[in-house]
């Protein structure tokens, strides 16, 4: 699912539980991580996350059902782009653009999954 899928889905939906819930669900369909992939762990997230990378294809992996969600976003916003685009990027106002009510703790461990992918 890309960005704008994303975008168009969660802003259907005016309520903050039900945002969280399409959210979860999202984590459900990621890809799996192919063997070549190279799993970075993010630090700064209060669940395990890892962005894996093969080439300009991203993945990922976290053991909580919300982080899981929150990396299919993050994923879907850098999927297919070189590090010189990532970092052209505003990932967090993009993030911010779809209003997911997710509490200062995990909203950490997004600005930790955007240092790593700026700093690819």
């Known amino acids: ?6 975008k168009s ?4 939906i005016d309520d ?3 945002k969280l819930e399409t959210v979860m669900d999202l984590g459900t369909h990621i890809a799996s991580v192919p063997d070549d992939a ?10 395990r996350v890892e962005i894996c990378r093969s080439g300009n294809r991203f993945y990922g992996r976290a053991d909580s059902a919300i982080v899981r969600g929150i990396v ?3 994923i879907s916003l850098v999927d297919g ?8 990027m505003n990932l967090m106002g993009l993030f911010r653009a779809l209003d997911i009510n997710i509490g200062a703790g995990r909203l ?3 600005n930790s999954m ?4 700026q700093n690819l």
């Open 81 to 88: 782009k070189s590090p010189d685009e990532i970092r052209q």
């Open 114 to 117: 955007i240092r790593f992918l």
């Open 1 to 6: 699912m890309t960005y704008e899928d994303i």
């Open 38 to 47: 190279v799993c970075t762990e993010i630090t700064g997230c209060a669940s």
């Open 9 to 12: 889905l969660l802003s259907a």
């Open 16 to 18: 903050p539980v039900m």
């Open 108 to 110: 950490n461990g997004v």
């Open 72 to 74: 299919a976003i993050m």
